[in-house]
């Protein structure tokens, strides 16, 4: 349902744009959301935002250096990375739901369409 793209290879300190395509339905319509996952780890957000305007929510280890956007005209979400380091290297899932409400939206099994994950490795 939903198509990322944007991951890579970057060095520390390096920048990164995730993008993803929504083709099935109107993303304006929709909370979307990021989150990634680490090897061992469990799937965490990272940023969120509910089509409510100005409820966008960041994790702690992520606020000053992201930022979650959207292109309606696109119909596309953009996950902007500034300032990355080793601790940020994961699978990174772009998702999107039209009836969750701001406090569901921390949990990722909350979420209704996923993205296929993109990798992010940060390391010189």
């Known amino acids: 349902q939903l198509q990322a793209s944007g991951g890579g290879l970057v060095q520390p300190g390096g920048s990164l744009r995730l993008a993803c395509a929504a083709p099935?339905?109107?993303?304006?319509?929709?909370?979307i959301g990021w989150f990634r996952q680490a090897p061992g780890k469990e799937r965490e957000a990272v940023a969120c935002?509910?089509?409510?305007?100005?409820?966008?929510w960041y994790s702690d280890s992520v606020k000053g250096r992201v930022t979650i956007s959207r292109d309606n005209a696109k119909n596309t979400m953009y996950l902007q990375m500034n300032y990355l380091t080793p601790e940020d290297t994961a699978v990174y899932y772009c998702?999107?739901?039209?009836?969750?409400?701001?406090?569901?939206?921390?949990?990722?099994?909350?979420?209704?369409?996923w993205g296929q994950g993109t990798q992010v490795t940060v390391s010189s």
């Open positions: 935002d509910s089509t409510t305007n100005g409820n966008i």
């Open positions: 099935a339905f109107a993303l304006e319509r929709y909370a």
């Open positions: 998702a999107a739901d039209s009836t969750l409400i701001q406090s569901a939206m921390r949990t990722w099994s909350n979420w209704d369409y």
